[in-house]
Structure formats: structure tokens, C-alpha cells
T-cell receptor
Framework: DGGITQSPKYLFRKEGQNVTLSCEQN?????MYWYRQDPGQGLRLIYY???????QKGDIAEGYSVSREKKESFPLTVTSAQKNPTAFYLC?????????????FGPGTRLTVL | KQEVTQIPAALSVPEGENLVLNCSFT??????LQWFRQDPGKGLTSLLL?????REQTSGRLNASLDKSSGRSTLYIAASQPGDSATYLC????????????FGPGTRLSVLP
């Protein structure tokens, strides 16, 4: 079955730690995205990547970093510089841009700072 | 800058009722519009994608319409069921390249048995 997987499902972080969230897709999609969702709010774009070895900042990139070394993988690191990281993180992918930009989402990772 | 709103924020209906969810966007120059469903604590499930050249799309009991000129889309759910209870979100591309998206805040639907 084709799809997007995210791991772990739940993640707990201590103050001052960096943590990495995994996102893998086997849909052969070129574009991948990371969003953050807070209670009662819409999704906000953190980073996106249109192709391997290239990525762009979204609306709330501060305190986050990404890499895109393989087409299938787009990990997100939440650094200690992110002041309020507790949120639900969603990864998505699409075949491409423009009219090919229908997005498909993974199940999400819930990050809690202790 | 593209902005997306959804009305109502929450809706509660008895089972079997037909209902309409609304999505409004400020910039009508969009490639397409996508409707999603989100269950509590889960990811988003794509329901329908309407291209800018289309007026509506149908999938089962769902029908989505798009009126670019007025900056509106509606999601019509026929014969609602308790299993339809979820949050429904719409999203549009934020620029002419369709590489970023702007999401509405969602409508939380409860269908009562």
C-alpha cells in the first residue's frame, strides 16, 4: 500500500533537547511538507521541499530544521531554539506543484515538552 | 496574502440531515481547492480536489462546489451519519505556483444518532 508514515506517534522532549521527527513516503512524490497544528488553529507551514536536496522555509520555520537527502524521506528536527514546540506535527506530500499539488497526509506526531 | 475562513466553526445535526459547510478565500486566482477530513488526533484525509476549471466534484455522499469569482466553496454532505463526525478543512494554494497552501481553521461537525 502506498502512503505516508510518520514516527514516532508520540514524542516527549525535555527542555534544551533537539528531537527529530521522521516522515517517509512511498508514493513517488516530488514535493513534501511539514505543518504544525495547535489546538483550535489551522495548519501552519514549517518547511517544504519540491525536490531532493532543496527545501524552503514556510511561515514558521524559526527553531526548526529539515533535510531532503532522499526523495522518500523528509525528517524534521525541532531544536532547542523553538520556544513553544508542544504541538501536533503533520507531514504531507504531493506529486508536484500547480495542478499536481493534491496533498496527502501522514498520521501525525504529537510532541510534548516536559 | 491569501486568507481562508470557514463557517460555521462548529455544527451539530441529527442523523440523516443534509448539510452544507462553507469555505471562503480572499484571492480568487487559485489553481484548485482541496477539502479534507480530520478525526481527533489523526492526520488529514483528502476528500475532494476541485480544479479551477471545474464547478463541482462528487464522491459518494459528498459534493463540493467552487465559485472562484466569489471566493467560495461549499461542501455538501447528504444523508449525514454519525461516522461523518469530524473536523472538515479546506485549503487553497497560497501563490501562483501551487507550492504552498493556506488552510482554513475547520468546521467541527457532530452528527447525533
Amino acid at each position: 500500500d502506498g502512503g505516508i508514515t510518520q514516527s514516532p506517534k508520540y514524542l516527549f522532549r525535555k527542555e534544551g533537547q533537539n528531537v527529530t521527527l521522521s516522515c517517509e513516503q512511498n508514493l513517488n512524490h516530488d514535493a513534501m511538507y511539514w505543518y504544525r497544528q495547535d489546538p483550535g488553529q489551522g495548519l501552519r507551514l514549517i518547511y517544504y521541499s519540491q525536490i531532493v536536496n532543496d527545501f524552503q522555509k514556510g511561515d514558521i520555520a524559526e527553531g526548526y530544521s529539515v533535510s531532503r537527502e532522499k526523495k522518500e524521506s523528509f525528517p524534521l528536527t525541532v531544536t532547542s531554539a523553538q520556544k513553544n514546540p508542544t504541538a501536533f506535527y503533520l507531514c504531507a506530500s504531493s506529486r508536484g506543484l500547480g495542478r499536481d499539488n493534491e496533498q496527502f497526509f501522514g498520521p501525525g506526531t504529537r510532541l510534548t515538552v516536559l | 496574502k491569501q486568507e481562508v475562513t470557514q463557517i460555521p466553526a462548529a455544527l451539530s445535526v441529527p442523523e440523516g440531515e443534509n448539510l452544507v459547510l462553507n469555505c471562503s478565500f480572499t484571492d480568487s486566482a487559485i489553481y484548485n481547492l482541496q477539502w479534507f477530513r480530520q478525526d481527533p488526533g489523526k492526520g488529514l484525509t483528502s476528500l475532494l480536489l476541485i480544479q479551477s476549471s471545474q464547478r463541482e466534484q462528487t464522491s459518494g455522499r459528498l459534493n463540493a462546489s467552487l465559485d472562484k469569482s466569489s471566493g467560495r466553496s461549499t461542501l455538501y454532505i447528504a444523508a449525514s451519519q454519525p461516522g461523518d463526525s469530524a473536523t472538515y478543512l479546506c485549503a487553497v494554494p497560497s501563490d501562483n505556483y501551487g507550492q504552498n497552501f493556506v488552510f482554513g481553521p475547520g468546521t467541527r461537525l457532530s452528527v447525533l444518532p
